[in-house]
């Protein structure tokens, strides 16, 4: 790492102007300002030579690089502390590409930790229909269908990636054909899921599945 020079200098500014100022008659009067001098001393410039830092294991100016077993602590370590906190429970809505709302249900995303904490599991819930009681002493029901997931571990997180209380998932490859991205932001007991879907698209007059796909387009 470069030292810093420090250096003492004098600012000397000089100023001379003019003014012109207006009489109470129609001519113009000029007025100079005799010049003065502002004299500052002893101001400090901190300066620097250019330079880099090595840092083992990494390259100039870069984090040292993590071995895939470091890697793989930091990532799991992420995923149980802002993820992995048990049902996240809210109404998820869908848009169509033009932003209107096409669907909308009550539904959970479970990420549950077995007794060892060595094992998540994965699963959603969505409820498929609600009855509402109209007595007293009656609760409403619903009916949920579980649909599961995923079991996640230590260096086995699939296509999910961790950086601070966010994650992305995917991209994922549906049976549909349409491709599927998530993005989901923690904060506290609130989280914030964004799925982005995108279908293929081929080029006018092309005939679609001709060929491979040569475009994608955000539907939903």
Request: net charge neutral; with cysteine; hydrophobic share 30%.
């Amino acid at each position: 790492i470069s030292c810093f020079n420090l250096q003492k200098i004098i600012l000397v500014v000089l100023f001379t102007t003019s003014t012109t100022a207006r009489s109470s008659c129609s001519a113009f009067t000029t007025t100079t300002v005799p010049s003065f001098t502002i004299r500052k001393k002893s101001i400090s410039l901190l300066s620097s030579n250019s330079g880099s830092v090595e840092i083992p294991g990494g390259g100039q100016d870069q984090p040292p690089k993590l071995s895939q077993e470091e890697e793989d602590e930091v990532q799991w370590d992420l995923f149980l502390k802002h993820q992995a906190k048990g049902k996240w429970r809210g109404t998820w809505t869908s848009y169509d590409y033009m932003g209107d709302i096409v669907d909308e249900t009550l539904a959970s995303v479970n990420l549950e930790t077995d007794e060892s904490g060595s094992t998540v599991t994965q699963t959603h819930q969505i409820v498929m229909g609600k009855a509402t009681s109209d007595c007293k002493t009656c609760f409403d029901s619903e009916d949920v269908r579980t649909i599961p997931v995923a079991t996640y571990s230590r260096g086995q997180l699939r296509k999910n990636r961790c950086a601070a209380s966010g994650m992305v998932t995917g991209p994922s490859l549906l049976r549909s054909g349409a491709m599927s991205t998530e993005l989901i932001l923690s904060y506290g007991d609130g989280r914030v899921r964004v799925i982005f879907q995108h279908a293929p698209v081929w080029e006018r007059g092309v005939e679609p599945n001709s060929c491979p796909p040569q475009g994608l387009k955000l539907y939903r």
